[in-house]
Structure formats: C-alpha cells, structure tokens
C-alpha cells in the first residue's frame, strides 16, 4: 500500500482510527470528512425513560450526544456498541436487517412494547417501520443532525486513487461536492457495504468496487488491501 493516497470521507473526529490503520500498512490517508456531525439541543428531562422496555442506539454519535438509560439497549454496528460499552451499557452489535431478525424483536416479543430510538436525524426508517408493524410504540430523539460541509480547495489539486465510502448519504455528499469531476466516478471505491455499492452504481460510479467483508474500521482496511493486491 505504500505511497498509495486513500480518501477517507468519515466525519473528521470517526477517522483517526482508519487513518492510523492506513499509515501503518504504508499507505497515506488523506482526510476529506463529507458530513459534519453537529448536536442538538435536547432537554432529556422532557422524557421518562422508566416508561421505556427497550432502547436502540443507532450510531456512536447516537450514544455520545445521548445520556445513558438503564434500560435494556441495543447497539446498530460495532462502534456504537463500543461507546455504549465505554459508557458502562454494555449491548451486542447488529445491522439493522440482523436486528430485526433476532428472535426479542419479533411481534410476539415486543407487540405492545415501548421502544426508544436514539439517532440522527433523517436516519433510515426501515427499523422503525418494522416495529412498529409489529405492534411495538416506537419514539424517536434525535440528538444530532449531519450537514454537508464546505469543499476544500486542496481537493482539486491532489490525486486520489482510492476513496473510502461508509454511508449513502456521504456517498451523495461527496457526489454533491465534487459534482462535474470526472475522477470521482473513475477512481476504485472501497464501500462498507453492498447497500451502499447499489447507490453508487446508480449515481453513475464506473470504476471498480470493493465491498468490506464487515461493516468494520478492520473490514475497510481488508478491502483496501484486496484492492491493492
């Protein structure tokens, strides 16, 4: 991997830990975040999480502009299931499709049940649209938002031969930016999921994919290496 320029499009304060791992296999990641997590103002007092049988955290973020609720929770993906950890609530990793699948989120287990989702906002709805067709009384917080930031000027003056891509909507963001640039549908894209691989290839990408084999700051590195090799 060495010499190799790899655009890491995370927020910029998700990224150290796959910067690190690039620069270890010789690789220079180049940080270029295309969301911007900004808080919300949230008054928790407004909420009586007794009154709640089930919490969801649907992002590190979730958990870290959150409080802590001594409820049974749940964690989507690996990193939020850390922060929950770190934060003393320790709760298994799912995606989302994984999630729903398990046998406590099942109409017999939860018909009737409150649940609270904690998320950004305009998060995916398919998690909570399934509860609740499942009888389940979903209420959602959402304690932060994510913008799109400014494009940097340096962007146009670098080459880039791999981007790294970890969500659809910064896969938009970052197509938004940089629209009217060839190079961004011609250079190898490393994704972190194959839901993100149908987006880009209807927004036009033509270059090769590479999909991580886990939704992992470690699965992104694999790929990475795949490409290379």
């Known amino acids: 991997m060495k010499s190799l320029n790899v655009l890491v499009t995370r927020p910029i304060h998700q990224s150290e830990n796959l910067a690190k791992l690039i620069r270890e296999q010789g ?3 180049i940080l270029f975040p295309v969301i911007e997590i900004k808080p919300l103002q949230i008054d928790f007092l407004n909420y ?4 709640f049988d089930l919490a969801i955290f649907i992002s590190a973020n979730a ?29 298994p990793p ?15 287990a939860i018909s009737g049940k409150k649940i609270v989702i904690f998320r950004g906002e305009g ?4 998690l909570a649209n399934t509860l609740k067709q499942r009888g389940a009384n979903v209420t959602y917080i959402n ?22 891509i970890t969500s659809s909507e910064g896969l938009q963001n970052f197509m938004n930016m940089l629209d009217g640039h060839a190079w961004i549908r011609n250079t190898p894209m490393v994704l972190i999921s194959t839901r993100i691989k149908v987006v880009a290839e209807k927004l036009g990408i033509i270059a090769p994919i590479f999909v991580a084999p886990k939704a992992s700051d470690d699965g992104l590195l694999a790929a990475i290496l795949n490409y290379r090799n």
């Open 94 to 108: 799912f995606n989302t499709e994984a999630l729903l699948e398990m046998s406590e989120m099942q109409e017999s």
């Open 143 to 164: 304690v932060y938002k994510r913008v799109q930031p400014p494009v940097p000027a340096w962007i146009h003056n670098i080459k880039i031969d791999l981007i790294i």
């Open 123 to 126: 998060g995916r709805e398919l």
């Open 48 to 51: 009586n999480f007794n009154e």
């Open 63 to 91: 958990v870290k502009y959150s409080i802590p609720v001594n409820i049974e929770s749940f964690a989507v993906g690996k990193a939020t299931a850390n922060c929950l950890k770190t934060a003393k609530f320790p709760a």
């Open 27 to 29: 690789g220079n990641p």
